[in-house]
Every structure is written in C-alpha cells, then in structure tokens.
C-alpha cells in the first residue's frame, strides 16, 4: 500500500517504463497470438493494460483522458503508443488530484472497502501481473522478449554471457 503520492509515482514510472518496453516490442502479426485456445490474445493482453489503467483508477475517483475505443486497435504501434498516453495521464492525474493524506481514505471498491493507497498498490500488481502473462505469448508469438527485472535469455544470448540455468 502506497502512502505517498511520490512514492506510487517514481514506482510506477519505473514499472511503466518497462512495460512500454514490451509494448513497443510487439508486431502487428503478434497479436492475434493466444496462449491456448479460449484464453486471451497477446493483443487483448496489451489492449487490457491501456483499459486496465483507465477502469481501476477511475472508479477511485481519479479523472484522466483513456482512449474511448473499447475494441483493440489492429496496429500494436496504436497500443504502444495509447499506453503511452493513458501513462502520462494517469500519473499526471495522481499527482494533481490526490495527496498524501487522501491516500488513506477508503473507498468502495469491486464490493470491498479499499483505501486510495491500496487501490494504487493493486493496480500496480495487476499490471505486473498482465505484463508476466504478455512476456510468455511474446515468446510463443516469437517476438523477442526484453528482460524486466533482469536480462532476457535472448538478452544473455546477444551479450555472449552463458545462459543461466
């Protein structure tokens, strides 16, 4: 849980940063790319962390531009570049709209009581959590995969070093 305003946002930038990495990574073909059958694409996956950024934190209270297009775009230059945008809003947004002190206000959230830092703690989660899932279609879709908290095997792979096992 978030107690500071500063503190969600120089985490989130970091976070963020790396998801964009991925984001920035993906092929338009990469999309359509699932991880079993009935389970969603790459490109849901990617879609979701634009809409998951609007969705959870709107209904905390917070207001920020989202793109109002609900269905996917088809070019993943548009996701990357909507997260992009969602990013800058919603960071923008937490510092301007909230402080400090408002992050340990509850509020009723998903049928639970939640305060404003858990609400920001979570959301981060969840991101962290999509972004995992992404990294394994990424793989399927062969799309090479950038390292988040340490060097991807292709990443070890260019720099010469042996695979860790």
């Known amino acids: 849980m978030y107690t500071t305003i500063r503190g969600f946002v120089e985490e989130y930038r970091l976070e963020a940063g790396q998801t964009q990495k991925l984001l920035d990574a993906l092929t338009?073909?990469?999309?359509?790319q699932e991880l079993a059958p009935g389970y969603r694409t790459l490109g849901q996956l990617a879609w979701h962390l634009v809409h998951n950024n609007e969705g959870m934190l709107i209904q905390a209270g917070l207001t920020f531009e989202a793109?109002?297009?609900q269905e996917r775009p088809s070019s993943a230059k548009a996701i990357a570049d909507a997260?992009?945008?969602?990013?800058?809003g919603l960071l923008k947004a937490v510092e301007t709209q909230w402080t400090d002190e408002e992050l340990s206000e509850s509020i009723h959230l998903f049928g639970q009581t939640w305060t404003k830092g858990l609400v920001l703690y979570i959301f981060l989660k969840h991101e962290i959590h999509h972004r995992g899932q992404m990294t394994i279609v990424m793989r399927?879709?062969?799309v090479p995969v950038i390292g988040v908290y340490g060097p991807s095997k292709d990443e070890w792979a260019a720099m010469g070093a042996p695979i860790p096992e």
Do not use: K
């Open 28 to 32: 338009d073909e990469s999309l359509n």
């Open 67 to 69: 793109p109002a297009q």
């Open 83 to 88: 997260y992009r945008s969602v990013t800058e």
């Open 140 to 142: 399927q879709a062969g």
